[in-house]
């Protein structure tokens, strides 16, 4: 069975810097798009950032400068730098990866918890 293994949440002052991890284990195919997306308390699951195969990103406005997103294809892993954190940032952050479209599939992390405190 397909795992996402999040790590790196937590608590941090305004300003400050968090790493996200998301290992893929048990994925018999190749990944095509990795990326992470977060949801506030009352608000609808958002897009953050993804990367592709190839290395091409994409951010979303309210992240960009401030978040990096980079990947391990030998080990299925994504990460995600945030610095500058804002409390806007405050979410739990949810790990996904997507097949290429000759062999499609998508999984889910089970979400890790960021808190900024202002």
């Known amino acids: 069975q397909v795992q996402l293994v999040e790590s790196g949440g937590g608590l941090v002052q305004a300003g400050g810097s968090l790493r996200l991890s998301c290992a893929a284990s048990r994925i018999t195919f190749s990944i095509n798009v990795m990326g992470w997306y977060r949801q506030a308390p009352g608000k609808q699951r958002e897009l953050v950032t993804t990367i592709s195969s190839g290395g091409d990103t994409t951010y979303a406005e309210s992240v960009k400068d401030r978040f990096t997103i980079s990947r391990d294809n030998a080990k299925n892993t994504v990460y995600l730098q945030m610095n500058s954190l804002k409390p806007e940032d405050t979410a739990v952050y949810y790990c996904?990866?997507?097949?290429?479209?000759?062999?499609?599939?998508?999984?889910w992390g089970q979400g890790t918890q960021v808190t900024v405190s202002s």
């Open positions: 996904n990866v997507r097949g290429h479209p000759f062999r499609p599939f998508e999984y």
